[in-house]
């Protein structure tokens, strides 16, 4: 029998080696695994500062796989177009397999490396890896996308189940005389010297790579999951599953996940769904994300465009410091530094004081956190501020503003997230730890606090930002 062909297997947003239908597709063929660092495609939006310390990591991790499994993972800095071919070139390769990517960026480039390998008699598979669904697949009955979340995710449910993950190939076949790439040091993802080393408690929460995301689903299942529907709104303590940079890495599939859940809650189809239908939320962002390929830059609400935003430097600085005076806020902020992640319930308020109170346009806020966060994924982010500043297809209307005493007050009741995070405020009595400018002198003096010294006086007095809120949005005119 002919030895098959060999393939060239392109890890992009799928850094794991079980259930995955691109590897899948080759495994039985000599395989070439390439990664390569492409950022000029992605232009504005390569992975920013703590994603980057993310793939460092799971990048060493996925080579070690790879490399246990006898095909050792090349990894190159170029243009894809260029490399990609080339490397097709080089191995004899008929194909190039690899999962579907859905940003905007990421589909124009793929388009340039198909057309690149078919000038050569070659072809580009891209196989669905990241996604339960093909955005394109799951349309509203009358053939268009959908733009509300509820309708989206009745239309997911219709389609039943998704597919069981796959398990992972034990012995891949390397592909003989492969060349020789690049070190990964050499391509200086994590903090360099001179900068401090603003990363340094990542690894004190995250383990990168599909080791630790399976053992972070795993601590998920057997602790979180069965209260989660309460407790994933409360930030002093784990009550989400934390799988958020693991998903956006590809390190674990969404329906791998879906079907551990699935199994871990037998027979109680209900208490599952709320953990589900983030999942969804995930799912409808790109498909947000690939029917509306401009959702990271512009107003998805055409009418929203011209609203009055009022950029402020020294605003924008207080809240990515985590010094507006709003303690959730800043605990929130500090969170992000530190751990490159921030509990979602927190997002939301931080993100709503930005847009609402402080009037910072929502790209700001979202430009900041692409940067800060391990998680930042184009669909997810620009979906979810989008919907904060109610300029999405499916979003919180505007005059719902967030009061972020009273949300930091009913799901931080006891303090213990603002007290980690906002040391400066941890002997203030719960009466006062979310308000800390009503707080009486005495009280203040007792806790060794002195606003404006120890801890700023807020920036917006929460009543008086939202009346501002109110007013710039009167004067857009939008009916909701
Ligand atoms: P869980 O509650 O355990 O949820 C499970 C998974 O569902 C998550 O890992 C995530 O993949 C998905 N998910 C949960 N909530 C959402 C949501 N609202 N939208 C889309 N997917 C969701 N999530 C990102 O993955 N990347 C981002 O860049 C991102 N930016 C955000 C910006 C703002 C302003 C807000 C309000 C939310 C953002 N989110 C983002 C969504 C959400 O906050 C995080 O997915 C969640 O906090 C991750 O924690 P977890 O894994 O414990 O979530």
Redesign the pocket.
């Known amino acids: 029998m002919a030895c098959p062909s060999p393939a060239l297997l392109w890890f992009r947003q799928d850094l794991r080696l079980a259930d995955n239908p691109a590897l899948a597709a080759a495994a039985e063929r000599p395989l070439l695994p390439v990664y390569v660092l492409d950022d000029a495609a992605a232009g504005r939006w390569a992975p920013g500062g703590a994603a980057r310390w993310w793939l460092h990591h799971s990048l060493a991790a996925l080579a070690g796989a790879l490399a246990a499994r006898g095909a050792p993972l090349l990894l190159v800095r170029g243009r894809a177009e260029i490399v990609i071919p080339a490397l097709a070139d080089a191995i004899g390769a008929d194909e190039v397999l690899a999962g579907r990517l859905y940003e905007p960026w990421a589909r124009e480039r793929d388009a340039r490396v198909a057309e690149a390998l078919k000038a050569a008699g070659r072809s580009l598979r891209l196989v669905t890896s990241t996604l339960l669904r093909e955005p394109p697949t799951v349309m509203s009955g009358s053939g268009k996308p959908y733009t509300v979340y509820g309708p989206f995710a009745k239309s997911m449910a219709v389609r039943g189940e998704p597919e069981p993950p796959q398990p992972a190939t034990d012995r891949l076949h390397p592909v003989p005389g492969a060349p020789t790439g690049d070190r990964l040091a050499d391509w200086h993802l994590l903090p360099q010297p001179p900068i401090p080393d603003w990363a340094a408690e990542f690894g004190t929460i995250w383990t990168p790579g599909e080791a630790g995301a399976q053992a972070r689903l795993t601590r ?1 299942l057997a602790g ?1 999951v069965r209260d ?1 529907a309460v407790n ?1 709104n409360l930030p002093g303590i784990e ?10 890495w590809g390190e674990v599939s ?1 329906r791998q ?1 879906w079907h551990a859940v699935r199994e871990a809650i037998p027979g109680d189809v209900e208490a599952a769904q709320p ?1 589900l239908a ?2 969804l ?5 790109y498909h947000l994300l690939w029917h509306r390929p401009e959702m990271p830059e512009a107003a998805l609400r055409e009418r929203f465009a011209p609203f009055p935003f009022a950029p402020d430097a020294a605003l924008l600085r207080a809240w990515q410091r985590g010094r507006t005076g709003i303690p959730v806020v800043d605990a929130g902020m500090r969170q992000l530094w530190r751990h490159g ?5 927190v ?2 308020i ?2 709503s004081l930005l847009v609402k109170q402080l009037l910072q346009p929502w790209q700001a ?2 430009s900041w ?2 940067d800060t ?1 391990v ?11 989008q ?2 500043a109610g300029s999405g297809t499916d979003a919180s209307p505007y005059f719902r503003v967030f009061n972020p005493v009273l949300q930091g007050e009913k799901f931080d009741l006891k303090g213990a997230y603002v007290r980690r995070f906002v040391p400066e405020l941890a002997r203030l009595p719960k009466r006062w730890l979310h308000r800390p400018w009503e707080a009486p002198e005495a009280v203040l003096r007792e806790a060794g606090i002195v606003l404006g010294r120890d801890y700023p006086a807020p920036v917006v007095l929460p009543e008086e930002g939202r009346r501002r809120a109110l007013d710039a949005f009167a004067r857009l005119r939008v009916e909701w």
Do not use: K, Q, T
Request: charged letters at 20%; hydrophobic letters at 45%; aromatic letters at 20%.
């Open positions: 998920f979180s989660y994933r009550g989400s599953s934390g799988l958020s940079p693991h998903l956006r969404p996940v953990f983030e999942i939320w995930r799912e409808f962002s992640w921030m509990h979602n319930r997002r939301m931080a993100a806020g979202a956190f692409w966060l998680d930042a994924d184009l669909a997810s982010n620009s979906a979810s501020w919907w904060i």
